[in-house]
């Protein structure tokens, strides 16, 4: 008894202690956040590579481009602080910020900017957005702290463009190791990556921007829908953004534990007409199939209602965008009678290729029951994304397929004349061609509204639905962007209440 | 016996060989673009053809099939397309998580069945021994990812002992690692117990009726002691042999539950790998597991050929 007393009165004190202890941390506001993403990144070098998770993680918060895209969409400073663009829209001078440092210590000046540029448009570039480089003539130095870029011909994405992840300036000395190694100008730098299953970053206490309030942020990848519903109810992580897993969302938007929060990506949902390929080379076909798809229904189906409707390749939050959902109401009789007039009575057979997104597996086949009401049986194809790019976006070898096109601003590719759609039309060409000469931002989303005009009279593709972005996350969390007007998790604004 | 064992290496060297060969030529067959996957919906022709040639997927097929070989025979598995870093990094990181992940539940399942299985010889025919057979035959039919399911559901999602799934890295120490590694590891032990306590069972009873036995308990030997001195030592070899073959079942096993659990085992490198087309991932762990099967047979092989003393013919 009495060696026992000693001990008891110890334990007392250290629950005490933990309860103390425990108590005091709840009282302060959590610093460290862990996001769920589905998609683990290949590498963390957002100049080398297309996969859209290299960008979730390493956007504004581990690389900065010149410019940036704030949650709103609007071109905010990024590593350059302020910006000025000549009157022809030629040239285009950059001003950096006076302490910028990279997370290993050396500056960040205009002789970065210039290797950056200079890298992405190289024979040998591999940036999987070469083309946004294309323009550049020349990028000159004339002191550290300014870089001038002048362009060969006028575009009016140029600054979009140079805000993007491909366009994240990187320093010569940590180039060829940013895959592994990733070394930016963030407030955020790279800790540590335990491979198949999550990346740490942690506060850069040098960085000379506005700081983050959080010190330590992880990024987990959890690709199974119901691994993803099970780390969020049992508190494994905070916040999971890009979730698909729609049914499950009731449930969450039940629990006061959780916030559910829809936006909308750029991720135009399409069904891809193989314009070039008989039948969808009439365009009273590819009216007809228009007709035939009800957005509501499909929405329901697919998203749990959580999306909006599209009438061209255009997203409703931009500024210049045209409502055309209108244009071909779900009509099953008008379609048939359109089929007729195009010298298919008894409609036709087809095949749809589906990718393994489920937006794409469960729309492709509400759209394949769709079209089968109006006499257009689709036989359905799944395919994994690797043979999907093979086949059907390098090969173009295809009837139809059903895709959501998440590149911001990329009403541009129907004006690429060897893209998958093999669209053609020197109308739609002029109209680009005058988009990339015009500054004004009136005359340039009167010029969009043209173009959307145009894309939905065609019917170039069965322009379906707007991606949403879905983030589920606990209550308490703030900051988290709802929209997604690029590809990107930036957290540098995230904090805890 | 000389003879005999290299016969058996020879053996081994050529179907890891075939083995290389038929790997190769499969993924040749496969569609799907490396380059043209990390390059996405906007890759320019040009850009694609920089990136094939540091690839080395403009080279003949041939040129990369021997350049590949050759690399093997000097134990380098090349260097992974996608994340530009050795092969043999990669799999010995995933190592890392999959072999502990299979010992553990090697250790879990013999801790679990062999007292549940002398309890059962012990009380034969009355409630003890109902209610081991009654979980040996509920764990047999259960499979692990169903278990998985239900263990995430009572200690991840009610109780919140243990995290959902993931894997935080060795780095931070054992501590937490092995806690992520204990409820897959119980999720694979528990169908390997269940089979376990079975053979022990029955393994228990049968020494129970032999001789030796009886004389111990002649002699005045308490009831627990003749089970615990006599009766498990001599169970444990039939136990044993059972063990060893449930290893490749674990192996296949924790594929499984790692995708349950989403821990960055060797089988999610592999099932990432096809999905990236990273040719030179996926060609390097299946030659690796084909050894692994290979070497195993053999050592079970040469293990047999030592035991049994009679010559060896030309028909092994």
Known sequence: MSTAKPRFTLAAAAAVALVATSLTATAQPRTDLVVGMALEPPHLDPTAGAAGA???????????PLLRVDADGKLVPGLAERWSVSEDGLTYRFTLRPNAKFHDGTSADSADVKFTLDRARAADSVNAQKAYF???????????????????????????????????????????????????????????????????????????????????????????????????????????????????????????????????????????????????????????????????????????????????????????????????????????????????????????????????????????????????????????????????????????????????????????????????????????????????????????????????????????????????????????????????????????? | MLAFLLRRLASLIVTVWLASIVVFAVLQLVPGDPALLMLGVNAQPDTLAVLRSQMGLDQPILTRYLQWAAGLARGDLGVSLTYARPVAELVAERLAVTLPLALLSLALSTVLALPLGLLAAARRGRGGDWAVLGFAQLGVSMPSFWIAILLILLFSLTLHWFPAGGFPGWGVGVGPALHALLLPALALAIPEAAILARVTRTAVLDTLAEDHIRTARAKGMGRVAVLLRHALPNALIPVATVLGLQISFLVAGAVVVENVFTLPGLGRLLYQAIGQRDLIVVQGVVVLLALFVVLVNALVDIACALADPRPKGGAS
């Not at chain 1, 089929?339 to 086949?365: H, I």
């Open chain 1, 54 to 64: 290299i960008k979730e993680v390493t956007y504004a918060n581990l690389f900065e």
């Open chain 1, 134 to 497: 294309a323009p550049i003539a020349q990028v000159e130095t004339p002191d550290p702290r300014t870089a001038v870029v002048t362009l060969s011909r006028p575009d009016g994405l140029f600054l979009f463009h140079m805000a993007s992840g491909d366009a994240a300036i990187v320093a010569p000395e940590s180039a060829a190791t940013n895959k592994q190694k990733p070394v930016g100008t963030g407030p955020f730098k790279f800790d540590r990556w335990v491979a198949g299953d999550r990346v740490v970053l942690v506060r850069n206490p040098d960085y000379d921007g506005a700081k983050p309030k959080l010190d330590r942020v992880t990024f987990r990848f959890i690709s199974d829908p119901a691994a993803q519903v099970a780390a969020l109810k049992a508190g494994d992580i905070d916040a999971f953004t890009l979730f698909s897993t729609y049914e499950a969302l009731p449930e969450f938007r039940n629990d006061p534990k959780f916030t559910v929060m829809v936006g909308s990506t750029e991720g135009e949902t399409i069904l891809s007409t193989n314009n070039a390929r008989k039948p969808f080379d009439d365009v009273r076909v590819r009216r007809a199939m228009a007709h035939a798809i009800d957005r509501k229904t499909l929405i329901d189906g697919v998203l749990y209602g959580n999306g909006v409707a599209i009438g061209s390749h255009f997203p409703p939050h931009r500024e210049g965008y045209v409502d055309l959902t209108g244009l071909y109401p779900y009509d099953p009789a008008k379609a048939k009678a359109l089929l007729a007039e195009a010298g298919y009575p008894n409609g036709f057979d087809t095949t749809l290729r589906l990718p393994p997104p489920p937006y794409a597996r469960r729309g492709g086949e509400l759209v394949a029951a769709m079209l089968a009401e109006v006499g257009i049986r689709a036989k359905i194809e799944p395919v994994e994304w690797a043979a999907w790019l093979e086949k059907t976006f390098k090969g173009k070898d295809y009837d139809l397929t059903m895709i959501a096109h998440t590149e911001p601003l990329d009403i541009d590719i129907y004006a690429r004349p060897d893209y998958y759609f093999n669209y053609r039309s020197e109308r739609f060409n002029a109209l680009n061609e005058e988009l990339n000469r015009t500054q004004d931002p009136a005359k340039r989303n009167a010029l969009y509204g043209e173009e959307q005009k145009l894309l939905a009279e065609d019917a170039v593709n069965g322009f379906l639905f707007m991606l949403p972005s879905v983030t589920v996350q606990k209550a308490g969390l703030t900051g988290m962007w709802v929209n997604r007007p690029v590809q990107a998790n930036d957290v540098t604004g995230v904090s805890w209440k």
